[in-house]
């Protein structure tokens, strides 16, 4: 009877792995994907891939700095921009928005949210009227280019040749 007891809680522990083992593997591989990069963040900004976006989402969302309320914002602005349906993209839009908003209403200073928001600004649909800080923020990334960490600076220069503001010449 010992010997069939075993056999059946072994049974019963091999099931309960087999069951949990896949969630364990995907909570190891979600820490690592904690780790924030810049680079990386940008990538998936300039990617217009939803997958890679909500894969960053989850990075940023625990990743603990003071300007994790931009990052979020502003991949939640360019997921608007690439799903479909229109209360979606208005939702993820308003929520967006007020993230970015926030997060450059308590760090004024902060240049790299201004550059977010910029580079949201340019390609919003003149529907949601979400144009009015584009020249302001211009300004801002210009004259505060130098002072940026070099991944901000390639990032600004990458954009630049896709937009109609902003110019490698001006840097």
Same mark, same amino acid.
């Given at each position: 009877m010992f010997e069939k007891m075993k056999k059946t809680e072994f049974k019963i522990v091999f099931i309960f792995s087999?069951?949990?083992l896949p969630g364990l593997m995907q909570r190891s591989i979600a820490q690592q994907?904690?780790?924030f990069d810049k680079e990386a963040f940008y990538n998936v900004m300039s990617s217009g891939d939803v997958n890679a976006i909500?894969?960053?989402? &989850? +990075?940023?969302?625990?990743?603990?700095t003071t300007n994790k309320e931009g990052y979020e914002g502003? #991949?939640?602005l360019k997921k608007a921009d690439l799903i479909s349906g229109p209360r979606k993209k208005l939702d993820l839009f308003k929520a967006g928005r007020i993230k970015l908003e926030t997060a450059i209403i308590n760090n004024p200073d902060n240049v790299e949210n201004h550059f977010l928001r910029l580079a949201i600004e340019e390609h919003a649909p003149k529907i949601v009227k979400y144009h009015a800080d584009i020249e302001a923020d211009k300004m &801002? +990334?210009?004259q505060n280019f130098k002072n940026l960490s070099p991944v901000v600076q390639h990032?600004? #220069?990458?954009?630049?040749?896709k937009s109609k503001v902003l110019h490698a010449e001006d840097f």
């Open positions: 087999l069951l949990l994907r904690l780790r909500n894969d960053e989402l &989850i +990075v940023v969302t625990g990743y603990a502003a #991949l939640l &801002i +990334v210009k990032a600004i #220069l990458d954009y630049c040749k």
